[in-house]
C-alpha cells in the first residue's frame, strides 16, 4: 500500500479484524502505541505547510510603512485555504486505490484548523474580521488537541 504522507490510518485495535478459517484469534493489538498515535495525528492535522508559505507570502506584500500593503493580502488566506485543499487531497489518498481513497474528512479538518491559525494570528478570512485573540488562541489549543482523540482516520 503506497499511502500519501498525510494519510490517517486507524489503529490496529479499532479496525475490524477477520477471524481466519483456522479458527484462531487475530493477534493482540498493542496498548503502548496509543500516545505515538495520538500524537501523529495531532500533528498530521496541523496544515504547517500552508501556514508556512501563507505567512511567507504575506511578508512579501505587507509594506514596512502603515498603510502600504497590496491589496492581494485579504486573498492570501483563499490561497492558503486552497493550498491545504490541494496538499491533503493529494497526500491522504492511497495511490494504489486511487482518487476514491482520498481522506475528505482529514482534510476538511486541516482546512478548519488553517482557517482557526489565521484568525487566531489576527488576520482576516473573507468575511470573518479578525477574532479577539483569547477567543481563537483557546479554539486552536482545543481543536488541536480534542480532534486528533476522536479522528482515528477512514
Same mark, same amino acid.
Given at each position: ?17 477477520? #477471524? ?19 500524537? +501523529? ?37 483563499? %490561497?492558503?485555504?486552497?493550498?491545504? #485543499?490541494? #496538499? ?11 482518487? +476514491? +481513497? ?9 482546512? #478548519? ?8 494570528m489576527g488576520h482576516s478570512v473573507l468575511w470573518?474580521?479578525?477574532v479577539d485573540g483569547k477567543i481563537t488562541s483557546? %479554539?486552536?489549543?482545543?481543536? +488541536? ?10
Open positions: 500500500m503506497a499511502a500519501g504522507p498525510f494519510r490517517i490510518e486507524k489503529p490496529a485495535d479499532i479496525q475490524q479484524w477477520n #477471524v481466519p478459517a483456522d479458527g484462531e484469534p487475530p493477534p493482540a493489538p498493542q496498548q503502548g502505541n496509543q500516545l505515538k498515535d495520538y500524537m +501523529s495525528r495531532l500533528i498530521t492535522l496541523i496544515p504547517g505547510e500552508a501556514i508556512g508559505v501563507y505567512l511567507t507570502l504575506r511578508g512579501f506584500w505587507v509594506g514596512g510603512e502603515p498603510g502600504a500593503q497590496s491589496p492581494l493580502v485579504g486573498y492570501l488566506p483563499l %490561497l492558503g485555504l486552497a493550498l491545504v #485543499v490541494f #496538499v491533503r487531497i493529494w497526500g491522504t489518498r492511497d495511490s494504489a486505490i486511487g482518487a +476514491s +481513497s482520498t481522506q475528505w474528512l482529514g482534510t476538511g479538518i486541516a482546512a #478548519v484548523a488553517f482557517v482557526l491559525w489565521v484568525l487566531g470573518f474580521a479578525p483557546t %479554539l486552536i489549543v482545543l481543536f +488541536s488537541f480534542v480532534v486528533p482523540y476522536f479522528y482515528k482516520g477512514e
